[in-house]
């Protein structure tokens, strides 16, 4: 039989969510989180009953999905402009009912995470996604999300995988 990669579950080896609780005091945050380049959540911030803000593990898993194509798609172009992705100031989602800004948020995993073929563990991308609604300013919340990217560097790090066995290989 073949082993399964997973990630750890939330809180279990990487708790970082207090890197991104601060942005619900931003006025107009409604959710923020911080995902790994293969669309994985690292951290986010979860709804409470009482405040109505933050994100539902099913939504933060949706919009790690989303903001993780976004950072591959700006790269995509970037490199055919001759940048690259890691050049992304800011990536911004506008819906009459929200915005979702993205930025890159840093780079590097353990050595040992299980990647695919040629990925170097120190190149592994990780990006930051805040949405928030209409009426936030998006100048403060694309200066309060650089300010994080800048302070957090040292605490990201995507969690190596465990693997699971008696899975198929890949599924």
């Given at each position: 039989?073949?082993?399964?990669?997973?990630?750890?579950?939330?809180?279990?080896?990487?708790d970082l969510e207090w890197l991104v609780n601060g942005l619900l005091d931003v006025p107009g945050v409604t959710g923020a989180l911080i995902a790994a380049q293969d669309g994985l959540t690292v951290a986010y911030t979860r709804r409470t009953e009482y405040s109505g803000k933050g994100l539902t593990d099913e939504t933060a898993q949706r919009i790690a999905s989303v903001i993780s194509g976004l950072y591959a798609l700006t790269n995509g172009v970037a490199n055919l402009a001759g940048g690259s992705g890691r050049d992304l100031e800011l990536g911004l989602l506008k819906h009459k009912d929200w915005s979702l800004f993205v930025v890159s948020a840093g780079t590097g995993v353990p050595a040992g995470t299980p990647l695919p073929l040629r990925h170097d563990p120190s190149t592994v991308e990780c990006t930051l996604g805040v949405i928030v609604t209409p009426q936030a300013d998006e100048?403060?919340?694309?200066?309060?999300?650089?300010q994080l990217v800048r302070s957090m560097d040292r605490h990201l790090r995507t969690s190596t995988r465990r693997r699971e066995s008696g899975t198929a290989d890949g599924q």
């Open positions: 039989m073949t082993e399964k990669t997973t990630a750890p579950q939330q809180g279990e080896s990487l100048g403060v919340i694309g200066f309060e999300m650089k």
